[in-house]
């Protein structure tokens, strides 16, 4: 069996100003760059990446993102927010399930004991 790798996704470095800024890191297993200029397209090397970085596409990505910072921010801001919720949400359900399971349980354990004690009786048998 092989072990799969996979590679490495971009993402800029930040300058003095707090502008990103292309950086070409070490590549190992190779890296993906999230600009979309080429669609699932691995770089292997740091030729190759740096040939790509120079491309129009991924100029104008890395122009876009430092244009929309602050929206960026935000954004994550959003996120971290929708992620604490959903975590506060999670644990309540969690909670609800292991109340419902100890019912469950509970319940369970009634209808056997009340089963011991009923007498059963074929109606088709008697005549």
Sequence with gaps: MDLALTPDIYSPGVNECGDYIDCIPTIHNGIY???GARKDKIYETKQKFSFHIKTKHHVAWLNSLNTNKMN???ESLKHIETIESQRKLISQLEDTIKKHKVTIEYLAGELA??????VTTDLLALD
């Design 33 to 35: 760059c999230p600009c």
């Design 72 to 74: 960026y921010f935000v």
């Design 113 to 118: 004991e009340t089963n011991k004690h009923v």
